[in-house]
């Protein structure tokens, strides 16, 4: 049996590499080494390539065995990429956009059509959880699971999920520690140790990463540090997983640049220009504690238990820019803040699987239940008068005074909402070529929602939802497969602001087909084609000066994507993708026709690493570099202007000094040729659009052990 097989067989999160074969004398031909990792009963990946997953089934398959597009990003590429943040990431996976990231200060993404934050798209483990940003120094690698999935994972949007996978502790001592130094000014570090505790089946492991680092426009600093601790016990049919997680966080609330609605385009102001005041803070601090019991009974049966914890308080302020005078450049600006808020969520899921028999056939069956708890509560919501006279284009800082005055109508805003799901599943082997997977599950939710001092009700709602799937797949070889699946999704309706009554959720049905392989040395492919519609969508009709909230609406999406990774030779590894999307809002009193806001109907990307081997002694050199991009995207979901096109290019150099503890200097450029381009609007007007970082240049140092 191969490395790769024992790995997988054995349930134990590893990390090894494999053994280099003894070369004759005549022979300089470099064989790499070829990391194989997988973590406790999640997942496999060998260097770009991923292997085997849980995301899609909630049981460990082979990628070529699911009937959906899964896609992962490894943690060899967020290494060689230097990946900082979530869009880093997923900036190789395609039909994935940026949505409104509330000034750059949540994770906020579009999949096929479909996201925004806060909609509980983005897990950690496979659980829901409430953190603002769920990238960091514990993220092992991260996974997404294209199209609807609230039969295993609850309130969803139908467009798919982005599974974060964390790092475990390990039964051999290793570790790294790394620094870098940025163009924009200041640095970050991270440590990461793991671990046997000698005489003893514990295992143990301790993250820790620190930020101090300049913001690229003309005002603003990003400062945090996290601390995460876990412990593990492995026993002969037992593994137990803790950890806790802590983030303290101070970040620039930037809204970004204003587009002109006459020409199209945005202001002609330079970019590193800021529109609202150096108090434009977000300060905050999250936690995240995880839990896992894993248990088999015997070779056939386990039993699976997860819960998460999670808890993210804040507080902000802001010049909020309110309208904009084309003709004079004049803003009028509002200072707000939001003070103490505070977000909670409890997550647990148990999950028994097992292989049977049945009828000579063989079954992988799953039988799972979920409980889900969501709290917000937004105390002092501040609010203050309008003030016009900055001026874009000659702007002077300090004219708009913080604000204080609490506003007891808006304030008090809250959110609750529980979820209760059952859920059974199985893969069905009809033949050794064919196999059909089909799941489903019941669902019970109750949900409130409401602001102002007194109470105002604005949300009361509970109801039930049947969530069905089907898949099945075709094996033409052990190389090569075939799939369709049917899938469905749900969303229910809440508003913090207005009165909406017991409106029907959204739901989701997606049609998909697709084909897999491998070719080459290690190269995993995905092609699919998919039809998603989307119904009950919330809009908003005024009727003789009244307006009323109602649920007619329909939005459409359908397209293809194409998404590769693993390696081309022994030398050359590569991630890319390209995605269509065709999304329009097929039904609504004012926006039918149009295409969502943030949607963009190309994206595209390229990543690829040549390794040179040995090029001096025992050092190793790797070079690597591509680019991403997408179409142009709709700012507003009347299509009054769009963000424009772009495309983005990337390098980086790595060089590897052979040692006892053997030290990576590794140079990353980000945005090679300085490209000025737009990533994102709020949604909801043309004030407010991200813009992508410029070059940069990031020299990094890194030491494992």
Known sequence: MGLLQLTAASGLAVAQTAPQ?????????ELPTVQVQAEHGEGVVVGYQPVATSTATLTQMPILDIPAAVNVVTQEVIVDQNARTLDQVLANISNITQANTLGGTQDAFIRRGFGDNRDGGVLTNGLRTVLPRSF??????????????????????????????????????????????TSFGGSWGDFDITGPIAGTNFAYRLIGEMQDTNYWRNFGETEQTLISPALAWYGDSTAVNVSYTHRDYSVPFDRGTIFDLGTGKAV??????????????????????LASVEHAFNDAWKLKVNYAWSQDTYSDNQARVVTYDAKTGILTRRADATQGSTQTGNNVR???????????????????????DYDL?????????????????????????????????????TIQQTLYNGYAQDAFYLTEQWILVAGASYQYYTQMAGKGRPFNLNTDQEGSAFMPRAGIVYKATDKLSLYANYSTSFMPQSSIADYIGALDPETGVSYEAGVKFELLKGLTGTAALF?????????????????????????RSRGLEFDIAGAVTDKINVIASYGYTDAVIVEDAQYAGKTPANVARHTYSLFTTYDFGKVWGDNTLKVGGGFHGRSAAPGVPANTYWLPAYVVFDAMV????????????????????????????????????TIGDPLEATLSARMTF
């Open 268 to 289: 002609p102001v330079d970019r590193r220009t800021r529109f609202d005041e150096k108090y434009n803070v977000t300060d905050g601090d999250s936690d995240l504690f």
């Open 21 to 29: 074969a003894e070369e004759p004398a005549q022979d300089n031909t």
């Open 654 to 689: 790595a060089y590897t000094i052979a040692a006892e503890r053997p030290l990576t200097v590794q140079l990353n450029v980000k945005n090679l040729f300085d490209t000025t381009y737009y990533s994102s609007s709020t949604g909801t007007n043309n004030l407010g659009n």
């Open 531 to 555: 039809n998603i519609e989307k119904e009950n969508v919330l809009y908003t009709e005024v009727i003789n000066g009244e307006s009323y909230a109602k649920t007619a609406g329909k939005v």
């Open 350 to 372: 148990a999950d028994l699987s097992g292989r049977a028999d049945i009828a000579g056939f063989k079954n992988e069956l799953l039988f799972g239940v979920a409980y889900n």
């Open 377 to 413: 509560l937004r105390t002092d919501m501040l609010r203050c008068k309008n003030q016009k006279g900055f001026n874009i284009y000659a702007p002077v800082y300090g004219t708009l005074p913080l604000c204080t005055t609490v506003s007891a109508a808006d304030s008090d805003q």
């Open 136 to 181: 960091n120094a514990t993220t092992d690698r991260v996974e997404v699971l294209k199209g609807p999935a609230s039969t295993l994972y609850g309130i969803q949007e139908p467009g798919g999920i982005i599974n974060v996978i964390t790092k475990r502790p390990q039964e051999t001592f290793g570790g790294s520690l790394s620094g870098s130094l």
